[in-house]
Structure formats: structure tokens, C-alpha cells
């Protein structure tokens, strides 16, 4: 089955610093990756999926086929980046979502 | 456009009630996924509805049962509540066959 693994349950920085959430996958094959964030009191939503290579609000994923991971980066942070982060993927034509358990990043002033 | 709607926000049933959960979809989409969350957990799938049928089920037992209407809308039904059942409750919705999933704010189910 497949597992996806976000090894931190929370994240502190600064403002201004370097942000990466990590997110590795266990399938074997090529899954569809997504990166979901649910700010406070809002719905969960898509940040970025990787076959699209979009940036969205700063942040970028990168699959790694070799390491099996997709972790989500940004360059500096910012306080309205402050959030729940969940890395999913979907594997083959079977369109369920597999969630890791999430990340919560707290950007300080 | 309101999106994908769910209702109720919030409920509270006793251990061993059923209890029914209801979702629209987001406007001209057809298929509906619902997710368990647990507290402190990531989302996991429970079913998928398409064309009113059931068109995959996650690891969840028999007494998670669902419907879809031909407007498209669906249920999540759960029988003989356990304590273990209180979580959020997600309905998703998309176009069948597309990755483009539309969240609803969930219900919050406690069981007591």
C-alpha cells in the first residue's frame, strides 16, 4: 500500500528564513504528488500539484524519483505562510488521496 | 459559486446511533469523495462515488455505507457509532477521472 511519510509534526522560522517541508512517498512507481494547506478556520485546499511545476505564494516542490521525496520549499518565509501543510499522492487510475499526517509551520515575526 | 457544502457542522450522537452526513459538490462536479480525520491525523479516504455508484472504498468496515443522488449530491451513513468513529468528516468533489479536488469545511462528529 501506498504511505506517505512528513517526518515533522511542526516547524518553527522566522520570517525571512528558508522554509522546507519534507515529505517522502513509498510507492515504487510514478504517483501523482499534491501539497494541500488548510490556513486557520479555512477548508483544505491545493497548493501545488508536481506535474503542473507551478510556484504558488513562493513555494515549489520538487519530485525526487531517487529519494522518493517531495518536499516543499520556499525561499523566505512569511507570516501569512503560517499553516497546516499535508503532502498526498495519488498512485495509478484509482483517484484516492493518500495523506501524510501534516506539518504545522509557525512563521514568527 | 459556494463550492462543496456540508452539513452538519457539528454533531453529537451516543454510541451505538447511526448517524447521516450530506455533501454537495462543487457546481458541474460529478464525483464525490469522502475522508476520516482523525484528530492529530492526515485525511483518509473512506469511498468515492461516481454515476450514484460506489467506485472504491478505502479500509473502513461495512458499517460505513454511502449514497449519491443524481444531483449529484451524496451521504455518508455510519451505523453502530463507536467512540472511535468521532472525527472530521471531508467531502471532496471533482470530475471523474481529474485530480482536481474540491474540499468542504467537513462535519465534526463526536460520539459519546
Known amino acids: 500500500a501506498q504511505r506517505v511519510t512528513q517526518p515533522e509534526k511542526l516547524l518553527s522560522v522566522f520570517k525571512g528564513a528558508p522554509v522546507e517541508l519534507k515529505c517522502n512517498y513509498s510507492?515504487?512507481?510514478?504517483?501523482?504528488l499534491f501539497w494541500y494547506v488548510q490556513y486557520s478556520r479555512q477548508r483544505l485546499q491545493l497548493l501545488l500539484r508536481?506535474?503542473s511545476r507551478e510556484s504558488i505564494k513562493g513555494f515549489t516542490a520538487d519530485l525526487n524519483k531517487g529519494e522518493t521525496s517531495f518536499h516543499l520549499k520556499k525561499p523566505f518565509a512569511q507570516e501569512e505562510d503560517s499553516a497546516m501543510y499535508y503532502c498526498?499522492?495519488?498512485?495509478?487510475?484509482?483517484?484516492?488521496?493518500?495523506f501524510g499526517k501534516g506539518t504545522l509551520l509557525t512563521v514568527n515575526p | 459559486d459556494a463550492g462543496v457544502t456540508q452539513s452538519p457542522t457539528h454533531l453529537i450522537k451516543t454510541r451505538g446511533q447511526q448517524v447521516t452526513l450530506r455533501c454537495s459538490p462543487k457546481s458541474g462536479h460529478d464525483t464525490v469523495s469522502w475522508y476520516q480525520q482523525a484528530l492529530g491525523q492526515g485525511p483518509q479516504f473512506i469511498f468515492q462515488y461516481y454515476e450514484e455508484e460506489e467506485r472504491q472504498r478505502g479500509n473502513f468496515p461495512d458499517r460505513f455505507s454511502g449514497h449519491q443522488f443524481p444531483n449529484y449530491s451524496s451521504e455518508l451513513n455510519v451505523n453502530a457509532l463507536l467512540l472511535g468513529d468521532s472525527a472530521l468528516y471531508l467531502c471532496?468533489?471533482?470530475?471523474?477521472?481529474?485530480?482536481?479536488?474540491?474540499f468542504g469545511s467537513g462535519t465534526r462528529l463526536t460520539v459519546v
Open positions: 498526498a499522492s495519488v498512485v495509478g487510475s484509482n483517484y484516492k488521496l493518500t
Open positions: 508536481h506535474i
Open positions: 510507492y515504487s512507481g510514478s504517483p501523482e
Open positions: 471532496a468533489s471533482s470530475f471523474w477521472g481529474g485530480y482536481g479536488y474540491t
